[in-house]
């Protein structure tokens, strides 16, 4: 069965940072493009981030491009978020995502606030 | 920048049909994708490449799409269909690009 577990999320000051982590099982990780999508009330579901199969490839939204690295460990089967320079507006659940040239199937996600 | 607008709300009768519309430009070059998110839960694809249902998928779910619109029909809607529904593709650079969001709600 193909797990993706989230981990990491809290509360954290604007400005402050935190690292998300996504552990992955029931699949051969290493095949697989990643996605970090976020999701709050207010936008619905924003995509946020994506690596290629090896990490070597990775793309931003605009809105955390310079403050946000994904970036992956294949022997661990588990992908990252690294978040800095917070902002109140990156408050959401943030969901990893597994992608098989679409997003087939998601974590259950954590969740980030961002508040002071 | 591409955008993709949905209804906010759907209601529907149970045993009725409902119907989900998605409107974007970058849909006459692309496939659109649907979810399904229930309460608290992770979302579930129920329909990609426009049409076809993944595995466990109830054959009430379908899609199809006309130019710039894509349709997701739930046809004999039940209650276990609650939740909000969100269209999906990807732009030109092939980011993902995610619908507005609609929520079901059969009474």
């Known amino acids: 069965e193909v797990q993706l577990v989230e981990s990491g999320g809290g509360l954290v000051q604007p400005g402050g940072s935190l690292r998300l982590s996504c552990a992955a099982s029931?699949?051969?990780?290493?095949?697989?493009?990643m996605h970090w999508v976020r999701q709050t009330p207010e936008e619905g579901l924003v995509w946020v981030s994506r690596t290629n199969n090896d990490g070597t490839t990775t793309t931003y939204a605009d809105s955390v491009k310079g403050r946000f690295t994904i970036s992956r460990d294949n022997a661990k089967n588990t992908l990252f978020l690294q978040m800095s320079s917070l902002r109140a507006e990156d408050t959401g659940v943030y969901y990893c995502a597994r992608d098989v040239a679409h997003i087939d199937c998601w974590g259950r996600g954590t969740l980030v606030t961002v508040s002071s | 920048s591409y955008e993709l607008t949905q209804p906010p709300s759907v209601s529907v009768s149970p045993g009725q049909t409902a119907k989900i519309t998605c409107s974007g430009d970058?849909?006459?070059?692309?496939?659109a994708y649907w979810y399904q998110q229930k309460s608290g839960q992770a979302p579930v694809l129920v329909i990609f490449?426009?049409?076809k249902r993944p595995s466990g998928i109830p054959e009430r779910f379908s899609g199809s799409s006309s130019g710039a619109l894509a349709t997701l029909t739930i046809s004999g809607a039940q209650m276990e269909d609650e939740g909000d529904y969100y269209c999906y593709t990807t732009d030109n650079s092939g980011n993902p690009l995610f619908g507005t969001g609609t929520k079901v709600t059969v009474l």
């Open positions: 490449e426009g049409s």
């Open positions: 029931g699949f051969t990780f290493s095949s697989y493009w």
């Open positions: 970058a849909l006459p070059k692309k496939y």
